[in-house]
């Protein structure tokens, strides 16, 4: 692409990033649009114009959701009102059971009041009611597997997280009531719950509880710890698409179901009547323990030791409760809730720039992914979602950056990069010897005997591992830079067999998957030390977005040992325009400049020329660019004529018509009736080229009296001499006057 349109392109972006800061995101998305318009292709666009589109239609919801609940007829709500109608509209959902949507009224209101602590408290409160939830549906689905041990584990952490949860109770009863089979040794881990004493659970509502070991869920468990965690994060869109995937892979879970239905309702979809259990709520008619007594009624009086573990944890429970605030119902909130430790995690963008080497010089790519540059050479990070994002930059000649960073929520940074030259920094090397035998190994690095363990400079060095009885082969590897001790494994072969290495260029991006006599020996991986035995082999090298490397080898005792610098598919093409004449050029509107110029590189595809030069013609043709090719074309338009003097022809006069005909005009009755009426009437007569009269019109009627329609009808009949022009006859409008005169 010309610098021209990347130029062109670079102050789009710059100008559509400006709008989006003032909220004109309208007006961006028509500039973004303009850079598709130039470069259909570009992907970054394409997915900022992604973003700045959901964004609009988000907040395009939201105003309308905010008005129809707020604003009625005759009616100004304050601030505070809207607060506190999201408030009572959550704990209406609450009480129901329905926590996304009591979630999502809340949210609303933190948004229109982000410093409001009660809200912020109560969404705390919901996002635990939802993470206990979730740990209650894992805890029954591990029941139904058989795994009580697993249960008791989520059991707990529900405790941790909330010792009055309302699902609580529930669980501790089917925990109760569960028949292990013969010979489950998971009773045994269940009884380890009576070594949970009151001091421990008093200090847990304190402290932050580490994760438990991560056990192994069904796919609908996984599927649902999914979805709730979005909707825990707010992100009720993604949830609610997850939900319904999941509904059709898992058609009988009633979660699954429960949570569409939810959500859809929340989406003013058409959800299906869901079963939704109200969630018991503190504070309830009827207690846990009330409901606890009620199941026990059949139960018989011995009871395994686990009745009276549970029972106590139901009592210490109970106790807590008296201490725990309600979250909904009216009472103050005392509970000091971490607000923070559950704050939602705001998508950030990080800008970098890349010095020590030549813009487009450099591959880049992000957890493993080759990410696009911009026309500046710049290249951007985004996210929305916590964890540490793998960033490398690679350039032939320079050491590979690898870097680890964290972004923070809603983090807006630029920074960066610099490359070093290859041997700028040192590397520890450990050399290691697969298939040696009982000798000593004698390694060589750079044709020189050293020890196992080396310090290193980066770049390309050759190494070997020597035995008595054994073939080895030299093997050049590229030594990059790293935080970590290099391992290197040398090869030491039988008299038959030889080693093949590939490795891809420093230069080439990401990883590539490596084929040997059709089979995949590397996926994914940037290098590959097989031992075959001698005779021939075909090699092949793939990676994205370049061509398939291959070759055909006959493998002896000297092995074989390649770096692989696949050629890049390309996508551009070149046109090449003649010197002479000297013109403007002009692609696709696009001014590029005046002739000699250097190749123009364009994307593949039919481009519009138009080639200008005040001596000649305009040319304009159709150019079809193929990728990888050059076409060129001449400026072969003719020589303009010299503009010629224009020739003015004497006009002939005009000779205006004349009456050889006329009729007087009747006088009017109103007229006469009044009497002493004198003066005109004007009109104007178009005369055919006849002599007739085609139309009259009244330009002026002084008199009234309807002497102007009299004047009218008499002028109709008159017969002119028609007016001509160099003696021919014209049809021309002329002006008379009709007098009266009345006594």
């Known amino acids: 692409m010309a610098a021209s349109e990347n130029a062109r392109i670079q102050r789009l972006i710059n100008s559509a990033e400006e709008l989006v800061q003032k909220g004109e995101r309208q007006k961006a998305l028509t500039e973004l649009h303009k850079v598709l318009d130039i470069d259909p292709g570009n992907k970054p666009v394409k997915k900022r114009i992604s973003d700045i589109e959901r964004e609009v239609v988000a907040m395009r919801n939201f105003k309308k959701t905010r008005d129809s609940r707020t604003h009625k007829a005759g009616k100004s709500v304050s601030s505070g009102d809207f607060v506190d109608e999201c408030i009572e509209r959550s704990e209406d959902a609450f009480r129901q059971g329905d926590e996304v949507r009591a979630l999502q009224e809340l949210e609303r209101a933190r948004r229109h009041d982000p410093d409001n602590k009660l809200v912020r408290r109560k969404i705390v409160t919901v996002r635990r009611q939802i993470k206990t939830d979730n740990l209650y549906d894992l805890a029954l689905a591990k029941l139904l597997d058989g795994d009580p041990a697993t249960a008791v584990k989520n059991a707990r952490a529900i405790f941790k997280t909330w010792p009055s949860a309302p699902v609580l109770s529930d669980l501790l009863d089917k925990l109760e009531e569960y028949q292990p089979t013969a010979g489950d040794s998971s009773v045994e881990q269940i009884e380890e719950i009576e070594d949970i004493e009151l001091e421990d659970v008093i200090e847990v509502e304190e402290t932050v509880v580490a994760p438990a070991k991560k056990e192994k869920t069904s796919p609908a468990d996984a599927a649902i710890i999914s979805i709730r965690g979005k909707i825990s994060r707010s992100d009720f869109s993604s949830a609610l698409d997850e939900a319904r995937a999941a509904r059709k892979k898992h058609p009988e879970n009633a979660t699954i179901k429960e949570l569409v239905g939810r959500l859809e309702k929340l989406a003013g979809g058409k959800a299906g009547k869901a079963a939704v259990a109200p969630v018991a709520v503190a504070g309830s008619s009827k207690s846990s323990k009330e409901t606890k007594e009620d199941k026990s009624e059949d139960k018989p009086e011995k009871k395994k030791p686990i009745g009276l573990i549970v029972a106590a944890i139901v009592v210490i ?89 964290v972004f923070e929520s809603g983090e807006e940074a630029a920074d960066s990069i610099v490359l070093n030259p290859i041997g700028t920094s040192t590397v520890q090397v450990t050399m290691q010897a697969s298939g040696a035998g009982d000798g000593v190994v004698v390694w060589l690095v750079d044709g020189e005997e050293v020890e196992s363990t080396i310090e290193l400079l980066t770049g390309m060095h050759v190494f070997q591992a020597m035995e008595e009885g054994f073939n080895s082969v030299p093997e050049s590897i590229l030594v990059d830079y790293s935080d970590e001790p290099l391992q290197i494994s040398l090869a030491l072969l039988s008299q038959e067999e030889s080693q093949v290495t590939l490795a891809l260029a420093g230069e080439i991006p990401g990883s590539g998957t490596f084929f040997i006599d059709g089979n995949r020996v590397g996926t994914g991986v940037r290098r590959i030390s097989e031992v075959l035995p001698f005779g021939n082999h075909t090699l092949r090298v793939e990676v994205e977005n370049f061509e398939s490397w291959s070759r055909n080898i006959t493998l002896d005792v000297a092995g074989y040992s390649a770096t692989v610098s696949p050629v890049e598919i390309p996508t551009i093409g070149r046109l090449l325009i003649a010197p002479e004449p000297w013109a403007n050029v002009s692609i696709d509107g696009v001014a590029m400049g005046q002739t000699p110029m250097a190749p123009i590189e364009l994307e593949e595809g039919s481009h519009t020329v138009l080639l200008t030069n005040p001596d000649y013609e305009d040319q304009t043709s159709t150019v079809t660019i193929a990728a990888g090719e050059d076409a060129s074309i001449r400026y072969t338009a003719a020589e303009a004529q010299p503009d010629q003097p224009e020739e003015i022809e004497e006009e002939q006069p005009v000779i205006p018509p004349f009456p050889i005909s006329q009729v007087g005009p009747q006088v009017p009755g109103l007229a006469s009736d009044m009497g002493d009426v004198h003066g005109y009437v004007t009109l104007d007569v178009l005369v055919g080229t006849d002599g007739t009269v085609q139309n009259v019109t009244i330009v002026n009627d002084e008199l009234g ?34 007098r009266f005169d009345v006594e």
């Open 705 to 738: 009296l309807g002497c102007g329609a009299a004047a009218q009808d008499a002028v109709s009949q008159w017969v002119f001499n028609p007016a001509s022009q160099g003696g021919v006859p014209i049809e021309l409008t002329t002006q008379v006057q009709v």
């Open 317 to 405: 429970a109970l106790l807590v409760v008296f201490f725990v605030v309600k979250p909904f119902g009216g009472s103050t909130v005392t509970e000091d809730v971490p607000v923070d430790d559950v704050a939602v995690f705001e998508p950030y963008s990080a800008s970098y720039s890349v010095s020590g080497v030549g813009v487009e010089d450099y591959s880049v790519t992000i957890d493993g992914q080759s990410a696009p540059l911009l026309p500046d050479g710049s290249f951007v990070v985004e996210g929305s979602s916590e964890g540490p994002r793998i960033i490398e930059v690679r350039s032939a000649g320079f050491e590979t950056y690898t870097g680890s960073v």
